[in-house]
Nanobody, 123 residues
Framework: QVQLVESGGGLVQAGGSLRLSCAASGLPFSIHAMGWFRQAPGKEREFVAA????????SYADSVKGRFTISRDNALNTVYLHMNTLKPDDTANYYC????????????????WGQGTQVTVSS
């Protein structure tokens, strides 16, 4: 059974930084691309960032480019989202996701999801 467990969320002031972590189990982590999504109250879930299985290729939503960095440690089965220069608009529940298929890029279908970790940015 695939499990994705996020951590690292919290309350931070605008301009601050946070690092989110997602620990994966139940899947061969090193061959799967991974991604981060977020959902703010009253809004649809949106793509934030994705990283290829090797970590050599990344993709970002325009709204976070230059501020967020996705990375992974395949030895630890963990993917990270480093968030800098946070804004109140970044307030959301952040979800880790993985596709069932391997080898595709970009990822069109995300099959596995974590429970999310809340990030709140105060102005």
């Amino acid at each position: 059974q695939v499990q994705l467990v996020e951590s690292g969320g919290g309350l931070v002031q605008a301009g601050g930084s946070l690092r989110l972590s997602c620990a994966a189990s139940g899947l061969p982590f090193s061959i799967h691309a991974m991604g981060w999504f977020r959902q703010a109250p009253g809004k649809e879930r949106e793509f934030v960032a994705a990283i290829s299985r090797s970590g050599g290729t990344t993709s970002y939503a325009d709204s976070v480019k230059g501020r967020f960095t996705i990375s992974r440690d395949n030895a630890l089965n963990t993917v990270y989202l480093h968030m800098n220069t946070l804004k109140p608009d970044d307030t959301a529940n952040y979800y880790c996701a993985a596709p069932n298929r391997v080898g595709d890029w970009p990822i069109r279908i995300w099959d596995y999801w974590g429970q999310g970790t809340q990030v709140t940015v105060s102005s």
